[in-house]
């Protein structure tokens, strides 16, 4: 090998190692992307492109009333759940960032749901709210309320769904504010109880600042998990009774691989990547000022 | 109680509060799964029993008999070992090169590859999922294990790559230096020298994928048609809608699938953490 040979060697070598990586992921992440984008402009006839539609199939999957049902359903769903999971999953950080015995055993239990698949959770969580033979139905007709058979009513199917998301999602907060807690010297808090400062006030001008940015990341993830998430309202309602919990996400799935129609399915998906675009750049800002903070 | 005393310890009243809370977000967290193990350890006739028993008496393992050792939930468990332990390989393989590469060398583009690589994090399985069918069709890859490989394998490798940075970047470089003078290659003084200091990294990254495959439901039933082709959670969804819902063998099914996560976790609680928080922080 030629002195020349051997130095271009040297310079394309990192390269060389990260290229099967790129190329892969690029393959199975961006490829999808551009395809999804051609594809909504076209009504498909299954598998083929089909004809230039325009936005059409935007306005199919968003615009009729149906579509913004199901955008206000989203909505709803993502905000229930972070309505639970988020003052959960941060109160019980607090409280196991206090030395009691016990915290450990304590921590490594409340974890568990995390670790449940999407598919199991549904599937508990259904056994677990059934009306004729579950032990809330049982508990609630000892005090004289009878139980209606919640994933088929419109009024309690989405908040069986808020339940259970959010019974998957606080863990996530409560390990990553528990970890955000520890980081905290003890003495400034300390200082400040000696300067007279209230446990609340402590709380609210130095804790909370001081994990004010991770607050925010776990905000974020649990938005997009909630938001991109088909499995559990498939397993536990399949978007009804009547649409009453009919989701974006779920719609595009249904579109993809229930009607085959591919523009509307992969106009959805375009719509909800745009969204997780969104707040993934808000998160990304957020961990900006973290770091130039 | 003078005030010094005050601010040494919380008071009863406080302490009491605390494991009051304690205890209701553990009931919380245990109830659908304690109702689940309850429900896999009854007689058929007792899952119907009016008004419901959480002990059953006598409990029974027919339950899991039924369920785990069908033959076809032994199929869904083999497949899924099969991609959890294929992924593995690939994934990480690919990752821990690509990290070792953007640590220790420095060239045009890294940052901009980098970000690339990163920006999949926007990219949910849900906003790919149909051209993915479409594509798999086409490459004659629908309904294979190998589909499911490929997919998993590149949703993981820009996590793993973020996760074995900091793990590589934390063994002093010098070690690799001197393995070169001693007559190593580059490559040869990152597998010798290296990556065995990297087994921490490489269990967080283990954790990850596993658990990530494991529980993975959309892609495994979108691209895979065929029952010899299901996964676990696919499995236990079919077993859902099937046969109409015998809670029984499906409770049964569903807390043996979780079983080998939280023994898992039990064994390797750190790991664990590290995994699952670097999967979240770029899943």
């Given at each position: ?292 903070a | 109680m003078t005030a010094r005393n005050r601010r040494r310890g919380p008071s009863r009243l406080e302490n009491f509060l605390v494991y009051a809370a304690l205890a209701a977000a553990l009931a919380f967290a245990l109830l659908p799964l304690l109702w689940g193990l ?246």
């Amino acid at each position: 090998m030629t002195a020349i040979a051997r130095a271009r060697m040297r310079i394309l070598r990192p390269y060389l190692w990260l290229a099967p990586a790129l190329v892969l992921v690029v393959a199975v992440s961006f490829w999808p992307l551009g395809y999804a984008l051609l594809q909504s402009l076209h009504r498909s006839d299954y598998l083929d492109l089909g004809t230039y539609v325009g936005l059409e199939n935007f306005s199919r999957f968003m615009l009729s009333e149906a579509g913004l049902e199901r955008a206000w359903n989203s909505f709803v769903l993502v905000v229930g759940t972070l309505a639970i999971s988020m003052p959960l999953g941060f109160g019980l950080a607090l409280l196991l960032d206090r030395p009691i015995p016990g915290r450990n055993i304590v921590r490594t239990i409340l974890i568990l749901p995390w670790l449940v698949s999407n598919t199991v959770a549904a599937l508990l969580w259904a056994w677990l709210l059934n009306a004729q033979f579950g032990p809330i139905a049982q508990a609630l007709n000892g005090i004289g309320i009878a139980m209606p058979n919640v994933l088929t009513s419109p009024t309690w199917a989405m908040p069986a769904l808020i339940v259970c998301n959010a019974w998957g999602a606080f863990p996530l907060v409560m390990v990553f504010l528990l970890s955000a807690l520890q980081t905290i010297p003890k003495e400034v808090n300390e200082a400040a109880r000696m300067d007279g400062a209230k446990r609340w006030q402590r709380f609210r001008h130095i804790t909370f600042p001081l994990v004010r940015n991770t607050t925010l990341v776990t905000l974020v993830l649990t938005t997009l998990h909630c938001f991109n998430g088909v499995t559990i309202v498939l397993i536990m309602t399949g978007g009804g009774p009547f649409g009453a919990t009919d989701v974006m996400a779920l719609r595009v799935f249904e579109e993809g691989f229930k009607f085959h129609r591919m523009g509307i399915a992969t106009a959805g998906a375009t719509i909800i990547f745009a969204i997780n675009v969104f707040f993934t750049v808000t998160y990304m800002r957020i961990l900006k000022n973290e770091h130039g903070a | 109680m003078t005030a010094r005393n005050r601010r040494r310890g919380p008071s009863r009243l406080e302490n009491f509060l605390v494991y009051a809370a304690l205890a209701a977000a553990l009931a919380f967290a245990l109830l659908p799964l304690l109702w689940g193990l309850s429900t896999s350890l009854k007689a058929q006739i007792d899952v119907h029993k009016m008004p419901p028993v959480w002990i059953p008496s006598p409990p029974t393992f027919a339950n899991y008999a039924d369920a785990v050792f069908d033959v076809r939930f032994g199929r869904y468990l083999v497949n899924t070992l099969i991609v959890v332990f294929a992924s593995l390989v690939l994934s990480t393989g690919l990752a821990l090169h690509a990290a070792w590469a953007t640590v220790r060398f420095r060239f045009a583009g890294r940052e901009g590859i980098l970000l690339v690589m990163w920006a999949t994090i926007m990219v949910p399985g849900i906003a790919v999922i149909v051209p993915l069918y479409m594509a798999s069709v086409d490459l004659g890859l629908y309904d294979t294990l190998a589909s499911l490989v490929i997919v998993y394998s590149a949703w993981l490798v820009p996590t793993l790559v973020w996760l074995l940075r900091g793990f590589i970047a934390a063994i002093p470089y010098e070690l690799e230096e001197a393995a070169r003078i001693d007559g190593c290659s580059r490559i040869g003084a990152f597998w010798r020298v290296t990556m065995p200091l990297l087994r921490p990294g490489l269990l967080a990254a283990g954790v990850l994928v596993f658990v990530m495959v494991w529980n993975e439901f959309l892609i495994g039933y979108s691209l895979t048609l065929s029952d010899g082709n299901r996964m676990i959670q696919v499995g236990i969804y079919y077993f859902m809608t099937e046969t109409g819902v015998e809670y029984g063998p499906l409770t049964a099914a569903a807390i043996a699938s979780i079983a080998p996560i939280a023994v898992l976790y039990a064994l390797l609680q750190r790991a664990f953490i590290q995994g699952l928080t670097g999967g979240a922080v770029k899943g």
